[in-house]
C-alpha cells in the first residue's frame, strides 16, 4: 500500500477511536452533570417528581446521546477533511523529495529543496540541499581532476612523440633521443605517484607509522636533503628547534611535509634570500614553521593554495611547478596525524607556511 492511503488510514483510526472515547465518556461521565438537575426538578415538583425521576434521567441522557449522534456526521465530515488535507501535504512535500532524488541520482547535482518550516520536513529538506551541494563539488572536482590529469599528461606526450619523431627522422641521435624519453617518462612516473597518494589520502587509506620522533630528528633530515640545493642557488637556510620537543607522528610521513614546503620555499625564494624553518611548542601541539622572503602569494591565490593541480602562477611549467597536488599531498598528510597546515603570505615579503603536529597520542 502506497504512503498516502496509509497515512489516511491512519488519520481515519485515530478519529474513530476519538468518537469512541467521546461517545464512551459520555455515557460514563454525564450522569455526574445533570443527576444533580434532575434532583432540583424532583424537589421542586414535590411528591409527584419522586416517581418521574427515573424519566427525566433516562430523558435527558437519550437527549445527550441523540445530539452527540446529530453532530457526528459534521464533525466526522470536518475531521476527515482535515485529515486529507494534511495527509496530502505531507505526500506533497515526500514527492517532491521524491522527484529530486531520483533527478539527484540521475546526475542533476544543482537540485535543491525549499526550505520552509521548523518541522523535521525541513530539516530533511535542508540535509537534502548539503547532500546535493557535496555531490556537486565531487563532481566538479571529478571533472577538473580528469581535465587536469589530461592537461598535465598532454605535455609529456607530445614530448615523447616528439623525440621519436626526431629519432626516426635522424634528426637526433638514439642515446640524446632516450635520455629525453627517460626523463618525460620519469616525469610521467610522478605524477603517477603523487595521483595515487592524493587518491589515499583523500580516502583515508594511509598506512601510518604512529610513534614519538624527535622534531631535530626530522629537521636534520631537511638539512641534509636540501643543504647543497640551497647553497648552489645561494639562499640562506637556517633550522632551528629545542632538542626535547618530539611529536607523535609517522616520521618518513612528517619529513615529507616539510620536504615539499622547503622546496616550494627554495623555488620561490631567489638568490640571496633566505629560508627558515622553526618549531616551538603550544599545549598539547609543536608548531613547525617553513618562512621565506619570496615574492609571496597574492590574497586571491590563498583559498585554493591547497587544491589539487592549483598553481598561483599558470605559466609556471610542469619542471618548475612540480606536479600541482604537493600542498594537497602534505595538507592530507597534516591531517591524517591529527594536524594542520595553513599559509600566511605577503606580497613581496615571503610566505609563512604553519605545520602543527600533536606531541603526544590521544
Known amino acids: 500500500m502506497r504512503l498516502f492511503p496509509r497515512l489516511l488510514l491512519s488519520h481515519v483510526l485515530v478519529i474513530v477511536l476519538v468518537v469512541a472515547g467521546i461517545f464512551i465518556s459520555a455515557e460514563l461521565v ?12 424532583v424537589q421542586t415538583m414535590g411528591p409527584a417528581g ?3 425521576r427515573g424519566d427525566l434521567e433516562r430523558g435527558m441522557r437519550l437527549t445527550l446521546t441523540r445530539a452527540l449522534w446529530a453532530a457526528l456526521p459534521l464533525a466526522a465530515l470536518v475531521a476527515m477533511g482535515t485529515a486529507y488535507v494534511s495527509s496530502r501535504r505531507v505526500i506533497r512535500s515526500v514527492q517532491v523529495l521524491r522527484l529530486q532524488s531520483m533527478a539527484l541520482a540521475s546526475g542533476e547535482y544543482h537540485q535543491r529543496l ?8 525541513a530539516d530533511l529538506a535542508h540535509n537534502f540541499n548539503v547532500l546535493a551541494g557535496a555531490l556537486e563539488r565531487v563532481e566538479q572536482g571529478r571533472v577538473e581532476l580528469i581535465g587536469n590529469v589530461a592537461h598535465e599528461l598532454r605535455a609529456p606526450l607530445a614530448a615523447l612523440r616528439g623525440y621519436a619523431d626526431a629519432m626516426t627522422d635522424g634528426i637526433m641521435t638514439s642515446a640524446h633521443a632516450s635520455q629525453a624519453i627517460s626523463r618525460e617518462v620519469g616525469a610521467m612516473e610522478r605524477l603517477v605517484r603523487d595521483l595515487s597518494l592524493v587518491s589515499r589520502v583523500e580516502a583515508g587509506q594511509l598506512d601510518l607509522r604512529l610513534r614519538a620522533v624527535p622534531v631535530t630528528a626530522v629537521l636534520q633530515s631537511i638539512h641534509d636533503r636540501f643543504a647543497l640545493a640551497f647553497e648552489d642557488k645561494g639562499v640562506h637556510l637556517s633550522l632551528s628547534a629545542a632538542p626535547p620537543l618530539t611529536v607523535w607522528a609517522d616520521e618518513e610521513r612528517a619529513v615529507q611535509i616539510l620536504t615539499n614546503l622547503v622546496g616550494n620555499a627554495l623555488r620561490h625564494t631567489p638568490a640571496g634570500g633566505r629560508a627558515q624553518v622553526t618549531a616551538g611548542i603550544n599545549g598539547t601541539h609543536v608548531i613547525l614553521t617553513v618562512t621565506d622572503t619570496g615574492a609571496g602569494i597574492s590574497p586571491e591565490h590563498l583559498p585554493r593554495i591547497f587544491d589539487r593541480f592549483y598553481r598561483a602562477d599558470p605559466a609556471r611549467s610542469r619542471t618548475d611547478g612540480g606536479s600541482g597536488v604537493g600542498l594537497t599531498i602534505a595538507r592530507g598528510l597534516a591531517e591524517a596525524m591529527r594536524g594542520t597546515l595553513s599559509v600566511h603570505s605577503v606580497p613581496g615579503q615571503g610566505t609563512a607556511v604553519t605545520l602543527t603536529l600533536p606531541v603526544g597520542p590521544p
Open 30 to 41: 454525564a450522569p455526574r452533570f445533570y443527576r444533580a438537575h434532575v434532583e432540583e426538578m
Open 114 to 121: 525549499e526550505e520552509t518550516g521548523r518541522d523535521e520536513l
Open 50 to 52: 419522586a416517581t418521574l
